[in-house]
């Protein structure tokens, strides 16, 4: 479906009807920020499918750009944590779209969540005081999330005002080998802009699953989420 410009132009963004969430891939690139806010990223996915437009066409660069338009209160935090995914694997999801004035090409727009398991080096040091009083202090998993609703207030990309439950998932740690320890995991946000979030132990599929909510700009928004999900292997 198309939209209204000021100018009275259809937009070249066209919505495919899918929602992504949760697919994996890398960051190609540098990830930027426009002086209007305007945030992009390249990403590669691992399945290739992704890279295809409503006429099976694949983009020929190989990745599918991640932008979003991000309220000025949380533009810097969120462009930190995703530069801060180079060279990992990361998780997006968002409405995937086709530009029409680049020939169709698929992209993530609006992007509603990236995030990323980070290397020991990037542990937050809130995790470290709690890191150090484990049994085997390398039986943890840290992530760090940054999840946004789309800030345009006009020329806005499809499904930007529609409200959308976001969720990521997070595998359990390997268990090590000592008795009386159970799994234990704590998020806390360094920037929590008109979001929440809900918390669920999946112990059937080993995971832990979050359910976050953020308010569109048609609600109270535009939200923004950054902060680090922690998973580790705990004392009874």
């Known amino acids: 479906m198309g939209l209204m410009d000021m100018f009275a132009k259809k937009s070249p963004l066209v919505d495919t009807q899918k929602n992504l969430s949760n697919i994996a891939g890398k960051l190609t690139g540098v990830p930027g920020l426009g002086a209007e806010g305007?945030?992009?990223?390249?990403f590669v996915p691992d399945d290739?499918?992704?890279?295809?437009n409503r006429n099976n066409v694949p983009n020929p660069s190989g990745h599918l750009?991640?932008?979003?338009?991000?309220?000025?209160?949380?533009?810097?935090?969120?462009?930190?944590?995703?530069?801060?995914?180079?060279?990992?694997?990361?998780?997006?999801?968002?409405?995937?779209?086709?530009?029409d004035s680049m020939?169709?090409?698929?992209?993530?727009?609006?992007?509603?969540?990236?995030?990323?398991?980070?290397s020991a080096d990037q542990y937050p040091a809130w995790f470290k005081a709690i890191q150090g009083n484990l049994k085997?202090?390398?039986?943890?998993a840290v992530y760090r999330i940054a999840a946004a609703t789309d800030a345009s207030k006009?020329?806005?990309?499809?499904?930007?005002?529609?409200?959308?439950?976001?969720?990521?998932?997070?595998?359990?740690?390997?268990?090590?080998?000592?008795?009386?320890i159970k799994i234990d995991f704590e998020v806390r946000a360094s920037l929590n802009l008109k979001s929440d979030f809900r918390l669920s132990n999946n112990?059937?599929?080993?995971r832990i699953?979050?359910?976050?909510?953020?308010?569109?700009t048609k609600e109270n928004g535009p939200g923004v989420f950054v902060g680090e999900m922690v998973i580790y292997w705990g004392n009874e």
């Open 38 to 42: 305007d945030f992009s990223a390249r």
């Open 48 to 52: 290739k499918n992704y890279l295809l």
């Open 65 to 99: 750009d991640l932008k979003v338009k991000l309220d000025p209160a949380g533009r810097q935090a969120f462009l930190q944590a995703v530069q801060s995914f180079q060279d990992k694997p990361v998780y997006a999801g968002g409405v995937l779209v086709n530009d």
């Open 103 to 118: 020939g169709g090409r698929a992209e993530v727009h609006p992007l509603d969540m990236i995030y990323s398991l980070l």
């Open 136 to 140: 085997d202090a390398n039986a943890v």
């Open 154 to 180: 006009s020329n806005k990309p499809p499904r930007a005002e529609e409200p959308r439950a976001l969720q990521a998932f997070f595998p359990h740690p390997p268990k090590p080998n000592f008795p009386k």
């Open 203 to 206: 112990q059937v599929k080993q």
């Open 209 to 216: 699953e979050m359910d976050l909510g953020l308010e569109t």
